[in-house]
Each structure stands twice: as C-alpha cells, then as structure tokens.
C-alpha cells in the first residue's frame, strides 16, 4: 500500500502517548457543513483523525457529534466541504449502543465476523484482547451492556483497522465500567497503533482518556489537549462552571500511571479557533 | 392412485418451502412482512395485464411485482409518511385496481377466486417450469447475498460503514423478495403468500442457535406444512391455500412454549 504519510507513523508503544497530530493524517473534514431537511447539523467543521492518537468529540445533545461521525465514515455526503481519507483505509465502526433483534439468532463468534473472514484463533485473540473470551458461545440477546461494549469493541478490531470510530461506547456503563472501558481503549491504541475517534457527551473519564479534544456545537467551540478544552471558556458555557474541574482530578489521579507526554505539550497545531 | 396434477403439486408446494422459508427469515429479521403483502396484493394486477396483453400470467405477475418493488426500493428513505403507511396505500391500491380490471375483463378468463387464494391444484407444467428455474436463481441469488444480507439485518450502518454495498444488497433482496412471491402466488394466493415467508421462520426460531440453523429449520417446517396441508386439502377437500397456511400456523402455535421458555431462560 502506497500510502502518502504526512508524518511518519510513530512505532508502536514507544511512549505512552503519541503527541497530538504525531501519525499520518486517516481521514480529514475540510470545512464540513451539514443541512438535513433545511436544518443546519454542521457548519464549518475542521477534524482530522491521526493514526495513533485518540481524538474525542464531545458536544450537547443534538450539538452534530454522531453526524459528523457519520460525514467521516462515509455514510452520508457532507452538503458543504470534504473528505480525504488515507487510500483503502480500513474502518472498524462501534455504533451508539443499539439493539440486536432477537428473532436474529446469533452468538458472539459469529457477530464478530458478519463483514469478515478470518480464522477461529484470531476470533479468540481479538476476544481476548477486550476481556470477552468467555462469551464466545454466547448468544448476543442475552449479554449485558458492558459484555456487548466488549464484543462491539472486538467486531470493530477484528478486521484490523486502522481508524476506529466509537459513538458513545460508554452509554451503557457505570462510573467504573466507564474507567475500565476507557483504558481498554487507549490500550488498544498503545498496541495497535490505530487512530480512534470517541464520540462522547459525558465528560471528565473521556477527557482524561484523550489526547485531543474537539468540542462542538453545529460548529467548533474549541479544541485541543483535554486541559485546554476543560479550561476553554466556551466549554465552560456549555458544560457548566464545574465541569473543567472534574477533568483535573481524574488527570491528577491518572498521574500516577502515566506520564503527561503530550498532554502538557501544545503546539501550533493544537491551538483552539473560534469563528 | 397418484395423479399427475397431485405430482405437480407437490412438486411445487415442496419448491416453493425451499425458496420462501429462508427468504421469510430475513423478511423477519428485516420486519419486512408488510413489504411481502404490498408486493403480493399487486399480484392480482398482474394477472389482469397478462390477459390484456395475452402474455404468459406468471410473466405478468413477475413484471408487476418487481415493477412495485422497484418503486418502493426508490421510495426508501423518504420522510413524508411513515414506510408502513405508503407500503399499505401501494398495497391497497394495486388490489383494488386488480381486482378493477378483474371484474372488467370478465369471470370465464379469471379464475378470481384461484389469484386471491390460491389453486395449486391446478399448476401446470409451465407453472412448474418457471417454478424450477426460478427457485434455481434464488437460490444461488441467496447464496451470494447471505452474508452481506445478515450483517445488514443486524446493524445496516455497522455493514455500511466497513464496505456492505447497502443500498445494493437490499435492493437486490426485495427484488428477490417480489420474485419469489409472484411464482409462489399459484400456490396459496395473493391473500395469503406472505404466511409462507413469517409463519416457518417464526415457528422455528425457538429451536435454533444460528441464521443457518433458521433458514433450514424453517425450510423444514415448511414442507412438512405444505405436504400435510396438501393432503389435508385432499382427504378434507378444503382448499389447498388455506389448508397449508393453517397446518403451518398450527405448528407455529406448538413452537410457542419454546419460544417462551427460551425468551425466560
């Protein structure tokens, strides 16, 4: 594959965390705008998603988070602006948490290879990287919330993509199912190497499981590091006053384990913009 | 003791089990049922334009249905009325205007009563023709869609977005859909096809683990439904049609404490 890289993709697990923006450039929207039956969804938006990095997207409800997920993968067409994608870029999609029908009679092994083939040894190893190998056999009407997050999670791996995008994967999950998901997440981008695009309304566990932050509201209210957005005045009015500190203490806590790399950085490239 | 026209129809009842039944598990896991009885209402309208234009009656009824599938494969995604709502004006009015031009073109050269309720008795050896070589397309037309088909049935954005030909594939299966139900319509009629799709599929969902397991367990309890309505019809001397749909129907309801138990457990 002829893959024109911007940056040279940094190896794998060298650091704890790549800096913003460090891999090449999977997919990018270039001044998206959205208009669904006369009603503006997106306006101007500028996202691009790196191999290597976690970027979050957090915004209100209704703030266009799921549709621009949807403007990235390709599901609809934006009504202004473009997409670039990396060439034969491969996708892993977790879609916001949805119910399997229960007429479908399907287990775990078989839903992890709807759209692929591969060998049962690679459906145990993806099973086993998200903590699900136990529900192998298990009938997909009948897992819990977390267990199907899991299974979600390793359908998406399993075709090895290299861009993953998860909508609210965390919807269905207590405080400590949230913080437990989430380092399963940024593991899978230390192995991996992938980059993964989180769309998230709540708000301080995503925070500190990013590396960047883009916070919208139709369009971009600010973005960067995950400080810097919790800090940013806009988030500020649109979160409540508070919701910045609940950010600093899951960092503080985190501190212990990581080491802040990228977090504390800013570049030119990270800096926040406002129309 | 075995006549030719019994042959026939068993012949037929047993090709039109193996195409409906995994067809109809789809149907279900898609909630396509009320596409099924848009599409078979329109049927009667096609036999109607088949004696106008004196073209063989299976072509007729083939060309109207995929005709209306084709409408409603366009249609998809509009947001003006609900899907329900426009598939039962579609549906409606290709019955009305089938039975319309039924009654105008005259009794002696349509057996009403046959279209809306099926004759199986009376399939003939072109019948059975079309019949062979449609289930042969179908069937190698099921193969190639089985997977893309499945993913969609679970999650259509999910198959969108890592390569399933959405829009395609769906396409292609409602066409497939309107296909077999106008060379099944001989068999149990407009009114009533679309049971053969939902009632084995239903019925044997309480016994299985996977899609496969479905479509051959529902294949199954369709012929059984269709040789014992047949010989029903034949000892009885009910009409086939009804007869198959209410053996099947009795067998759905012998399923139904799995199918609660398995919901329970």
Sequence with gaps: ?275 | MIDDFLVRAGLAGLGIALLTAPLGCFVVWQRLAMFGNSIAHCGLLGVALGIILSVDLTLGVIVVSLALAALLIGMQGQKLLPDDTLLGILAHAALAAGLLAATLIGGARLDLMGYLFGDILAVSAGDLWWLLCGLAAIAGAMIWLWRPLLAISVHEEMAAAEGVPVNLVRAAFMLLVAFTIALSIKLVGILLITSLLIIPAAAARAFVTTPEQMALGAAGISIIGVLAGLAMSLHLDTPAGPSIVLVLTALFIATVPWLLRKNRG
């Design chain 1, 1 to 275: 594959m002829a893959l024109p890289a911007v940056i040279p993709l940094r190896p794998n697990g060298s650091e704890d965390k790549p800096a913003p923006g460090a891999g090449e450039a999977l997919v990018t929207g270039d001044r998206l705008g959205l208009t669904l039956s006369g009603k503006t969804i997106l306006e101007n938006v500028d996202v691009t998603v790196h191999a290597g990095e976690i970027l979050t997207v957090i915004g209100p409800n209704g703030a266009g988070k799921t549709s621009l997920a949807r403007l990235l993968l390709g599901l609809m067409p934006p009504t202004t602006g473009s997409i670039a994608r990396a060439p034969g870029l491969k996708v892993g999609y977790v879609p916001q948490r949805f119910p399997v029908d229960p007429s479908i009679p399907i287990n775990v092994r078989r839903f992890l290879t709807l759209t692929v083939r591969v060998s049962p040894s690679a459906i145990r190893s993806v099973l086993q990287e998200v903590g699900a190998l136990h529900l192998i056999d298990r009938p997909i009407s009948v897992l819990s919330g977390g267990e199907f997050q899991r299974v979600c999670l390793a359908r998406a791996l399993i075709g090895v993509p290299r861009l993953l995008v998860l909508d609210e994967p965390a919807q269905a999950l207590d405080y400590a199912g949230e913080l437990q998901l989430y380092e399963l997440i940024g593991d899978i981008r230390r192995r991996r190497g992938c980059g993964i695009l989180l769309i998230s309304h709540d708000l301080h566990v995503v925070l500190g499981a990013s590396d960047r932050v883009l916070c919208i509201n139709g369009h971009v209210c600010c973005e960067g590091v995950p400080e810097k957005v919790a800090n940013h005045p806009e988030y500020a009015r649109l979160f409540g006053r508070d919701a910045g500190k609940a950010v600093a203490v899951y960092r503080h806590r985190h501190d212990h384990e990581h080491d802040l790399s990228g977090a504390v950085k800013c570049g030119e490239d990270c800096g926040h913009k406002h129309d």
